[in-house]
C-alpha cells in the first residue's frame, strides 16, 4: 500500500468499523479455512510495507518511517533484526531471485499524488552487496513481480493508477494499462499474474497472462466492502490457493483462483500489508509470515498449535 501513513489515523477507526461487520465468504473447504493462530515474531520496525524469504534463513521486509527514510532488513527466525540496506526512500515490493533482491524505491504517497516518476527498481547482490538502479521513471512503485522474460511489473494504487512494465536493463518504465483500478500486491505463478486492488467500493483479484499483460483480464469479486477491507499484498500458498492481506479489516483473505470461493483464515493482524509462506531455514512453509503498518513481522500458525502469545 506504499508509505501511506496519511491513511493510518484513518485507517484506526475504519478498522473498528469494519470489525463490526459480518463479511460473509463463501465455503473453502473446512481444513483450508481453519483458523490461525497469530504470534508474533518481532516488532518496532517502522511503517512495514512488504516481505519476502532470502531462502538463506532470512526474512527482508521493506520499511519506512513518519519521518526520514527508511530500509530494508533482514529478520532471522529467532526473531532477531539485522539491516541489508539503509537510507532508502519510500521501499516498497520485495523480490528475491536466487542470489539478486529487486526492490522497489520511491513508493511514496507524495510522489503518487503529485505524479513525481522519481521512482525505480534496484536490486542487491545478497552475496556482496553490490546495488544497482535497473529500472528509472516510475510513479510510485508498489507491488513488484519478475515475470518469466525478466522484465519487471510494477503497480500504483494513488492518483494515475496501474500497471507499468521494465525490461530491467536500466530505463525508464512504461505503463500498461490504467483500466484496472487501485492495483496494489503482485503475484507471478510461472505464465499468470495476480493483482488486487484496494481503494474501490468492490475490491478485485485479477488474473492476467504474463504473455498478453494488455490483453483479457479474469476478475473476481471480493467479499465485504471495499474500502473497509483495503486487500494489499497477496501470495500464491501451497496449496494453490491465494492468500491476500486485508489491510484495513486486519485479516487474511484465502481465495480459490479457480472458483473464487472465500473465508478469513487469521484475524487480528492489524494494518497487515503484506504475506509470504515461510521458506528457507527456520521458517515454517505451513505457517504464513506477515508484515504491518505498526512496525510488526507476525506468523499465522495451521492448526490448533498454541505457539507464544504477543
Known amino acids: ?22 463479511v460473509p465468504t463463501a465455503n473453502a473447504g473446512t481444513t483450508a479455512c481453519a483458523p490461525r493462530t497469530v504470534s508474533t515474531v518481532t516488532s518496532g520496525l517502522g511503517v512495514l510495507e512488504n516481505l519476502e524469504f532470502d531462502g538463506r534463513g532470512g526474512l527482508l521486509v521493506s520499511g519506512g518511517a513518519l519521518a526520514g527514510d527508511g ?13 541489508v540496506l539503509d537510507d532508502v526512500t519510500g521501499p516498497g515490493g520485495i523480490v528475491v531471485d536466487g542470489a539478486t533482491t529487486y526492490l522497489n524505491v520511491g ?43 525478466g522484465s519487471l ?37 510461472g505464465d499468470t499474474v495476480y493483482t488486487v486492488t484496494t481503494f474501490e467500493a468492490v475490491n478485485r483479484l485479477h488474473v492476467l497472462a504474463a504473455t498478453d499483460l494488455t490483453g483479457p483480464v479474469r476478475s473476481i469479486d471480493l467479499p465485504g466492502p471495499g474500502l473497509l477491507q483495503a486487500p494489499d499484498d497477496l501470495t500464491l500458498g501451497p496449496d494453490g490457493a491465494l492468500y491476500i492481506a486485508l489491510n484495513l479489516a486486519g485479516a487474511i483473505l484465502r481465495v480459490d483462483p479457480q472458483t473464487g470461493e472465500s473465508c478469513r483464515v487469521a484475524e487480528g493482524i492489524p494494518f497487515v500489508s503484506s504475506v509470504a509462506f515461510g521458506n528457507g531455514p527456520g521458517w515454517d512453509p505451513d505457517t504464513i509470515y506477515t508484515t504491518g503498518f505498526d512496525g510488526t513481522v507476525r506468523a499465522a500458525h495451521p492448526g490448533t498449535a498454541q505457539p507464544a502469545d504477543e
Open 153 to 189: 511489473l510494477t503497480s500504483r494504487d494513488i492518483g494515475a493508477v496501474g500497471l507499468s512494465r521494465a525490461a530491467g536493463d536500466g530505463g525508464e518504465a512504461t505503463v500498461l494499462r490504467t483500466d484496472l483500478g487501485s492495483v496494489n500486491g503482485i503475484e507471478v505463478d
Open 71 to 83: 530500509a530494508l532488513r533482514r529478520v532471522a527466525s529467532d526473531g532477531t533484526v539485522g539491516t
Open 1 to 22: 500500500m506504499g508509505e501511506h501513513t496519511m491513511r493510518i489515523a484513518v485507517g484506526v477507526a475504519a478498522a473498528t468499523v469494519s470489525a463490526m461487520i459480518a
Open 107 to 149: 513508493n511514496t504517497a507524495a510522489s503518487g499524488l503529485n505524479n513525481t516518476p522519481d521512482g525505480t527498481i534496484d536490486t542487491i547482490d545478497l552475496d556482496t552487496g553490490e546495488r544497482r538502479t535497473v529500472a528509472t521513471g516510475i510513479v510510485m512503485p508498489n507491488g513488484l513481480g519478475v515475470l518469466p522474460d
